[in-house]
């Protein structure tokens, strides 16, 4: 299995774009990249612009070489509305749309679905289902809240198994919870990407508390899973330091001699939080 990070935090944009290939098929999980409107007073600097048009080059790339395309929830850092057209001849497994959605990402959903109407092979819910391609099993998760609770819609996690297993937790913003986690120790994978805290919105958006069970949460499955290699990234890279937030999980990840990367240097890469960097960027 050949997983490779395409958009997040750490490269410079906001997403989670990956891809996955295995001997059956070639899997791109929430194929879309975005930019905040608004960082520190400040509208996104010609860099970040251009860097996230480098990363939908790539992931339209991706796209078209791609069997199966998968969307997590309907959220603009995960899938693309405006061009469909990716999406032809493929298999799509999505949210389910109608059932534990926010009612912004329902009618978000219903709009893009009908714009989607004729172009994919097929398309599939996937809310705690199972999809097997050859030897390659792709199963979801239950919907989970999309944070501390459900004002911000649910999501499905992702876990492709091949000889070995890799989970990708899309916007848990954590994981915070028993109901988040269980999916992840009932795979009990490898490799993890996680969206992991928001802690750039500590104090506003995103309590102490929250931090408190995240950490507590990574911790326990850095201690308790077979995982050898834990991206953090998304929300947790959107400052610069990010580190020190989470230094118990990087203790106990120490211990059980797990590797915690950003998706960056998963792919070999610099971290380059362009975002976090935006203040510095325009010389303020």
């Known amino acids: 299995m ?14 989670m774009a990956t891809s996955v290939v295995t001997k059956d098929c070639i899997i791109l999980i929430d194929p879309g990249v975005n930019l905040a409107s608004r960082r520190f007073g400040m509208p996104p600097h010609p860099m970040e ?8 080059a790539k992931i ?14 309907y959220h603009l850092d995960h899938f693309n509305p ?11 497994i999505i949210k389910d749309p109608k ?27 996937a809310d705690g289902r199972e999809f097997v391609f050859g030897e390659t099993v792709i199963r979801f998760s239950p919907p989970v809240f999309h944070g501390p609770g459900p004002k911000l819609g649910y999501v499905v996690q992702v876990c492709v198994q091949e000889e070995s297993k890799f989970l990708h937790t899309s ?10 986690t269980s999916f992840l120790f009932q795979e009990n994978p490898q490799v ?35 995982v050898k290699k834990l991206v953090l990234d998304h929300h947790l890279l959107r400052e610069l330091k990010w ?30 939080l362009l975002e976090a960097r935006r203040r510095k960027l325009y010389g303020r």
């Open 60 to 73: 339209k790339d991706y796209a078209e070489h791609s069997d199966v395309l998968i969307l997590t929830h």
């Open 171 to 180: 916007d848990v913003q954590g994981p915070l919870s028993k109901e988040q």
């Open 2 to 15: 050949k997983i490779r990070p395409l958009a997040f935090e750490s490269m410079g944009t906001r997403g």
């Open 243 to 272: 580190k020190e937030k989470l230094e118990g999980v990087f203790s106990a990840a120490k211990l059980r001699e797990v590797e915690v990367l950003t998706a960056a240097e998963f792919a070999g890469m610099q971290n380059d």
């Open 192 to 226: 993890i990407f996680c969206d992991g805290p928001l802690t750039y919105m500590l104090g506003r958006r995103y309590s102490m508390e929250s931090l408190h069970q995240a950490t507590q949460k990574l911790s326990e499955i850095v201690e308790k899973t077979q």
């Open 49 to 56: 612009v251009e860097r996230r048009r480098d990363h939908w």
């Open 82 to 92: 405006e061009e469909p057209e990716i999406y032809r001849g493929k298999t799509l």
């Open 99 to 125: 059932v534990k959605i926010s009612r912004i990402q329902r009618t978000r959903a219903s709009h893009f679905l009908h714009k989607l109407k004729g172009l994919p092979k097929e398309i599939r819910v």
